[in-house]
């Protein structure tokens, strides 16, 4: 009975090792695809940053507005009262006024 088992020869390796470069090469190619390359990142890293700031920027910005917003809440209550001494005063006023005028 023959054989049918075929060996690997010489010439079936140099095939191989003739189209293994170019296959390198486009596996390369490939994977320099996946990852940004530096100019890019520093693009990405530089926006990062200022996204940074500007969250930052936000975070002070909101701190001053609340602190406003107390504030205000104070003026108003201070207002309130003002305007409820304003009105004792008349009251004062209009009842000394009725009993001098009696």
Do not use: C, W
């Amino acid at each position: 009975m023959p054989d049918t088992k075929s060996k690997i020869s010489f010439s079936d390796l140099d095939g191989f090792l003739k189209v293994a470069p170019i296959i390198g090469l486009f596996v390369l190619g490939y994977l320099q695809t996946l990852f940004p390359s530096k100019a890019e990142f520093e693009k990405v890293h530089d926006k990062l940053i200022q996204m940074d700031k500007k969250i930052t920027e936000m975070a002070v910005l909101q701190n001053a507005i609340s602190s406003n917003t107390g504030d205000i809440d104070q003026i108003e209550d201070r207002l309130r009262m003002i305007e409820v001494e304003v009105a004792r005063h008349k009251a004062v006023d209009s009842k000394g006024g009725r009993k001098s005028g009696i």
